[in-house]
């Protein structure tokens, strides 16, 4: 039997409404909903947001919080990240993700673009914490040709698994970056991904160094580069995208590709921090959040992700009109959703219930002058009261199941990385 869930007066955009969710999807939203379901929710005090889609992490990344501080890009990449990484195994990874998605829940994401190792390991974790993911088979060569025909081996085999997954977790294909994936594989990767409808998650001009290595190396940008490799179409999800120029995205706009900003992260890293959004958005591209995973981010916060990118954006730019607050709740929710082709990060009748209950009878949303500024400038994250993906209770009060055994888990786990 479908389950059936009825929200009873919660605050929406469109004032106090009650809500039924019949199964995954959302049935009615009206003033008052007479219907006898399984479990009823107080709405009072409360309000209803589409749960926050993390466009960009790496999700078991939470097992390495805190363990190359206050380094640079490529040195933390290739000395302390890739490192470590020989050291995962299935276990590491499968608790990880749950550490992930742990805090994704408590933090209101019910949504998350996914690029890491151990790919069973990590849909199973997150399809038992119950959440939404799209995980990606990770293309990343370093240019070596004897990883080729194990790459292209492994990824059909995950393919084929990806078919019994089920539920809530898409299959991808991750190509890690236009600097550690050969042209063979950067090739083979978007024509399988082509081939069968699938997303292509990939990181792009992260950094200056990037685009000038790109440029002594190919003669242009990582875009350009990308563009005449035939990699960008509108299954492209491109992270960070910090160093673009006019051309650049131009190109996007042309193709389609989606774009992640991630400020914390870049900022951590000393990227740079000049995300050109205004003209993204006027090119007409798609712009989603993310927080990038936790050993550069620290955390998964997508409200603290949006504060800080509206602050940077309207500092750098010496513009206080800059980044809108209704305009970040749509890159950290709907741009999403539309980004992934995924029906998810809006309240609408018919849509996936994903959606996040937030407690507004605190300090923080006191007086009740402007709901979103308050979320956004004033709350944390401790505000979300309530989770609700797929068309499960995945919190509730705060509470998720298993919370103690993971956190003991990792615990006993993450020294097997050190
Ligand atoms: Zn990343």
């Not at 004032?15 to 999807?25: F, M, T, Y």
């Not at 805190?66 to 020989?86: A, N, S």
């Not at 996936?352 to 407690?359: N, S, V």
Request: one cysteine or more.
């Amino acid at each position: 039997m479908e389950s059936t869930i009825l929200i009873k007066g919660i605050m929406t955009v469109h004032g106090k409404r009650d809500v039924l969710i019949k199964g995954e999807r959302i049935e009615k939203i009206a003033d008052n909903i007479d219907f006898n379901a399984q479990k009823l929710i107080d709405g009072t005090k409360k309000h209803l947001l589409p749960g926050f889609i993390n466009m960009h992490t790496h999700a078991a990344m939470t097992l390495m919080r805190g363990i190359g501080e206050d380094m640079v890009l490529k040195e933390w990449l290739y000395k302390k990240i890739w490192p470590t990484e020989q050291k995962l195994d299935e276990e590491l990874v499968y608790w990880g993700t749950k550490l992930a998605c742990l805090e994704m829940i408590k933090s209101g994401t019910t949504c998350f673009n996914d690029q890491y190792w151990y790919l069973e390991s990590a849909v199973k974790a997150t399809a038992e914490m119950g959440l939404r993911s799209v995980q990606p088979f990770v293309i990343l060569d370093l240019y070596d040709p004897s990883k080729f025909s194990k790459i292209k081996e492994d990824c059909f085999m995950a393919w084929e698994k990806s078919q019994s997954w089920g539920g809530a977790n898409r299959f991808a294909i991750g190509i890690h970056s236009p600097y550690s994936v050969s042209q063979e594989m950067l090739l083979w990767g978007s024509e399988f991904a082509r081939e069968r409808n699938l997303l292509v998650h990939i990181h792009v001009s992260e950094t200056e160094g990037e685009n000038r290595d790109s440029i002594a190396k190919h003669g242009v940008s990582p875009t350009l580069y990308l563009d005449r490799c035939g990699v960008l179409g509108p299954n492209v999800i491109a992270a960070h995208c910090l160093w673009m120029d006019d051309r650049d995205i131009e190109i996007f706009s042309e193709r389609g590709v989606k774009v992640v900003h991630n400020i914390n992260s870049n900022l951590k890293i000393a990227s740079g921090y000049k995300f050109r959004y205004n003209e993204f958005r006027d090119a007409g591209v798609t712009v989603t959040l993310g927080t990038d995973g936790c050993a550069s981010s620290n955390n998964l916060d997508m409200l603290e992700a949006m504060k800080i990118a509206a602050l940077v954006q309207k500092g750098w730019r010496g513009d206080p009109t800059a980044l809108p607050i209704n305009e970040l709740l749509s890159l950290a929710t709907e741009n999403g959703g539309k980004a992934l082709g995924i029906d998810t990060g809006v309240i609408r009748e018919g849509s996936l219930a994903d959606l996040i209950l937030i407690d507004t009878d605190s300090y923080a949303f006191t007086p009740d002058i402007n709901f979103l500024a308050n979320l956004i400038y004033s709350a944390n994250s401790s505000c979300v009261e309530s989770v609700i993906c797929n068309g499960q209770v995945v919190m509730e009060g705060r509470g998720v199941e298993g919370e103690r055994e993971i956190l003991d888990n990792v615990n006993r786990l993450y020294t097997k990385l050190l």
